[in-house]
């Protein structure tokens, strides 16, 4: 690539105009051009998003607007099962144009009908076709299905037919080992270079100590890396507090599962407490910022772990700002919010910039750091300065550009493993409309078999509300 104007190089100032050499899917040279280039366009390091669900559709068109997680979650049963593939292709395509070289679907339910292997081979093909590095993180889970702790007295005090509706989701869970076989199943099935697979249990709430602590032993064993949700909400902090004495993060040390080998999402009630024992084990955070607003969560202190040290990424989590899986403005929306305030800094943008690449990529197990430098992998983003930079009235530094005003509009192309997967903007091995033109198809086709739910659903959401202590 001879026409790039400006490269930024982590750690450095922008530099440029550079010739841009791939070859054998890593970076070869860049190199001052000789010449100016024909075109005004940006490289910089490929964005990586280290916490998504691989959803086929946005959970607000089918109802799921403005709700706590406790009961967006319950609404999900408004979305009925669809083809696994088609909705991955969608998932990972909205990614690839949004920026992401490298995606974590921490995958939260089967569609079947076809076994857990087929599935997840049919996600592996989807992330092949689109073109991006993908990560799986399976679900695990074995209690607390409707709302943290006990459901009798919510389910007692509900008509028949809101009962009948939530029966799905208490369908047995298998054994510990069974869920720890079927994770190591599929990744025997389906891993290759640049489709990995991840234990991911939901989160200590939903997960008994019997079931982390056998994933903890797992992944000590092969080194395969954890996936879990801690501490989102305000409800899990109060659950965590009441039932885990020493606290929370000591029950999770001492169960063995906190190590470098494990991402926690979210962490939005983290504690001082919390922070030092995830920074002192190496654990990654994945701070999702827009669906933390979305879902009434709040804001996580992420100034206070980088402060400590903590190894933080970045993920979208299917919800970003405008429900289009836009890293990019969700990488400017994180440092917004936890790069210091007046003239304090936190961390800076070039830091910040560093830190959700490599961890990122690191938590969702792709190789090398994504920086821009000979012998790394060629994932490469690349923005147009033209439109980034519209007014053109002065030189502005591309840094200021890309962190006031860079979204998924700017993006010109994305190489993956020198791979081009984005070219003027589009997907270049996946019609995406398209493909979203045959989801909402099959979603409308499929609705009528969630009427039955939906009618039930006015007094499940008023109980969870109770449930919670809410007016």
Not at 57 to 71: D, I, M, V
Not at 85 to 105: H, I
Not at 167 to 181: K, L, N, R, W, Y
Not at 405 to 410: I, L, Q, T, V
């Amino acid at each position: 690539m001879s026409d790039i104007l400006g490269v930024l190089r982590l750690g450095r100032e922008a530099e440029g105009p550079v010739d841009l050499r791939l070859a054998g899917g890593r970076i070869v040279d860049i190199r001052p051009s000789p010449s100016p280039p024909a075109r005004r366009r940006l490289a910089l390091p490929a964005l990586a998003n280290a916490h998504d669900h691989c959803r086929a559709l946005s959970p607000t068109s089918f109802g799921g607007a403005g709700k706590p997680l406790e009961l967006w979650l319950l609404r999900l049963a408004a979305m009925p099962a669809i083809d696994p593939y088609l909705g991955a292709l969608a998932a990972f395509g909205r990614a690839a144009r949004g920026g992401a070289a490298s995606v974590m679907a921490h995958y939260t339910r089967f569609h079947g009908p076809m076994n857990p292997v087929e599935e997840a081979n049919a996600i592996a093909r989807a992330a092949r076709e689109v073109g991006v590095r993908a990560t799986l993180a399976i679900f695990m889970r074995d209690r607390n299905p409707v709302v943290y702790g006990p459901d009798e007295a919510l389910r007692a005090s509900l008509p028949a037919a809101s009962r009948d509706a939530l029966a799905g989701f208490s369908a047995p869970m298998p054994s510990p080992a069974e869920q720890i076989a079927r994770v190591e199943a599929i990744a025997a099935a389906v891993e290759n270079p640049t489709f990995c697979v991840q234990f991911g249990p939901n989160g200590p709430q939903w997960c008994s100590d019997e079931l982390l602590r056998a994933v903890a032993q797992a992944s000590a064993r092969s080194g395969r890396r954890v996936h879990m949700h801690f501490l989102e909400t305000r409800y899990q902090r109060a659950f965590a507090d009441a039932h885990y004495g020493e606290g929370v993060a000591a029950r999770l040390e001492a169960l063995g599962l906190l190590s470098e080998r494990l991402t926690l999402a979210h962490c939005v009630y983290a504690r001082e407490d919390e922070l030092a024992a995830i920074v002192r084990h190496g654990v990654t955070i994945a701070t999702n910022p827009s669906s933390n607003l979305h879902l009434r969560s709040g804001i996580a202190p992420i100034g206070a772990a980088l402060q400590r040290g903590a190894r933080v990424a970045l993920g979208v989590d299917a919800s970003a700002l405008d429900e289009d899986d836009d890293i990019l403005r969700e990488a400017r929306l994180g440092h917004f919010l936890h790069g210091g305030w007046g003239f304090e800094q936190t961390i800076s943008r070039q830091d910040w910039l560093s830190a959700i690449v490599a961890n990122g990529r690191r938590a969702n197990g792709a190789p090398g750091s994504g920086a821009l430098e000979a012998g790394e992998p060629a994932d490469v983003l690349i923005l147009d300065l033209d439109r980034l930079d519209r007014d053109a009235v002065t030189t502005v530094a591309p840094l200021d550009l890309l962190f006031a005003r860079a979204n998924a509009a700017h993006i010109d192309a994305l190489y993956v493993e020198g791979r081009e997967i984005v070219a003027d903007g589009r997907l270049t091995g996946v019609d995406l409309a398209e493909t979203e033109r045959r989801l909402r198809e099959q979603y409308r086709e499929r609705m009528p078999a969630r009427a039955g739910f939906l009618a039930a659903w006015a007094p499940i959401a008023q109980a969870v509300a109770d449930h919670y202590g809410c007016c």
